[in-house]
């Protein structure tokens, strides 16, 4: 069973996980979580029903009860998760994978995510083992719940007039589709929408905005219409990525630093603040004078939503485009963070001050962006590469709860397993364009010799 990973299952579907495993992990997550009743939501994709209807015998002939969302965002159950007690929830998404892909993931009380470190392991033990199901005596019921229109009022509190701002959003024919335009408004002269219907087969591109073609619709839309930023979702709406007036796509880390405008100028809030091990320098070092301070930590859900809550951190955020909110339960959506940063990008603008212009403020540094190597030997050449440039040069700090990040006074470099991917990952900072070539260059040098 290659679905389960370190922060939910998924896979493509019949081939790394089918029905009877969907039937199995709704059975087993009542046991898992001490839970009688379970909340349930589901994306678009085709085989959702499916999966959906599995699960849900699952967890009802274990004797537990179904809350059904039925068709949701991934914070949408998130949001009911953690405002009506529920302590196990999952939502069948693959997220940003491409359509023959789909999965689960499980949420235990207070909204907090269960990886495979948390639970996640215990059930694929469970499933390996052929551990029983027997249906229970009294079998559980299930009963719809409807949050929509509520979850679409927590969001607007987060809405500014942005009446000054043109405005590009291409929701990627993902979950964003359910809500986006009864927060954001309808189609205008001055809000431009694409694929912008629910479409779970993702017709027009992949709904990764990772991925630079999948934002090239976006990047000529913004140019074409003259837009002041352009926004894109992923397919679950739990991430959110931005273009500038230029057709730019900007860092999703940098927007860290974009949003403690909100949280720590406006509010006037002090305190710790979440990155992920690969986020850039420039992000803590703009976010100080504010008074933020800078915690770093593993990448991911399962670690960053338990992190964030384990230090009470204002909000936070990862080189993936999720942004994490005290305000909503120490988790994600990518609606809530999109109506935060077009607020402050409108309050700026109605100074004189453009996106990029902003951006530039922020951008100290020349990044290398994310490089992967496919190789067998992970671990060795992540020593190879730190030991060489530790010998070399003395570090000023150094993590290694993921991967390894180790900082110098004018570069830094993090070099990590992917926990979705058979990929060993790299990323570099550097002071000059020179330096970082340099650097890079090297790393790919260490790498081909094993």
Not at 129 to 158: H, S
Not at 196 to 212: C, K, Q, R, S, V
Not at 354 to 378: D, H, M, P
Request: glycine residues 10%.
């Amino acid at each position: 069973m290659g679905a389960f990973h370190a922060y939910d299952i998924r896979g493509i579907y019949n081939k790394d996980f089918d029905k009877e495993v969907a039937y199995k992990v709704g059975y087993f997550i009542p046991e898992l979580l001490h839970s009688d009743r379970v909340l349930v939501g589901m994306d678009a994709r085709s085989s959702s029903p499916e999966i959906h209807s599995a699960l849900i015998a699952g967890i009802t002939d274990h004797g537990a009860d179904v809350v059904d969302l039925g068709l949701s965002t991934t914070p949408m159950v998130y949001y009911a998760t953690g405002k009506y007690g529920f302590k196990a929830s999952a939502q069948i998404t693959a997220s940003h994978n491409p359509k023959e892909y789909n999965g689960i993931k499980v949420s235990r009380e207070n909204a907090l995510p269960v990886g495979f470190d948390s639970g996640l392991g215990t059930i694929k033990q469970w499933i390996d083992e052929n551990k029983p199901t027997p249906v229970a005596q009294k079998k559980g019921k299930v009963e719809n719940l409807d949050v929509k229109g509520e979850y679409i009022e927590f969001l607007l509190k987060y809405k500014k007039d942005l009446g000054n701002l043109n405005i590009a959003v291409d929701v990627s024919n993902g979950m964003a589709a359910l809500l986006i335009k009864d927060v954001l408004g309808m189609g205008s002269d001055k809000l431009h929408y694409i694929f912008d219907e629910l479409d779970g087969t993702f017709p027009n591109h992949e709904a990764n905005p990772l991925i630079p073609e999948n934002v090239k619709a976006l990047k000529d839309e913004v140019i074409e219409k003259r837009c002041d930023v352009g926004v894109i979702f992923d397919g679950d709406a739990d991430r959110v990525m931005f273009v500038d007036e230029n057709g730019r796509f900007i860092s999703p880390d940098l927007m860290i630093a974009l949003l403690g405008h909100y949280f720590l100028e406006e509010r006037g809030e002090k305190g710790k603040v979440l990155q992920d091990i690969r986020s850039s320098k420039a992000v803590g070092e703009y976010l100080s004078p504010m008074g933020g301070e800078m915690v770093t930590w593993k990448v991911g859900r399962a670690y960053a939503a338990h992190k964030l809550r384990e230090i009470d951190g204002i909000f936070g955020g990862e080189l993936a485009g999720h942004y994490y909110f005290r305000d909503f339960f120490y988790s994600d959506s990518g609606i809530m963070a999109s109506l935060i940063i077009l607020g402050i990008i409108s309050k700026m603008k109605a100074k004189g001050i453009s996106l990029s212009q902003l951006i530039g403020n922020i951008e100290r540094y020349k990044n290398s962006g994310e490089i992967n190597f496919r190789i067998e030997q992970k671990q060795k050449a992540m020593d190879i590469v730190r030991d060489y440039f530790t010998s070399v040069e003395k570090p000023v700090a150094s993590f290694d709860f993921d991967g390894y990040r180790v900082e110098f006074p004018e570069w830094w470099f993090n070099i990590r397993p992917s926990n979705t991917e058979p990929y060993l990952r790299f990323i570099a900072e550097a002071t000059t364009d020179g330096l970082l070539d340099a650097k890079v260059s090297k790393v790919k040098e260490l790498i081909s010799g094993l």
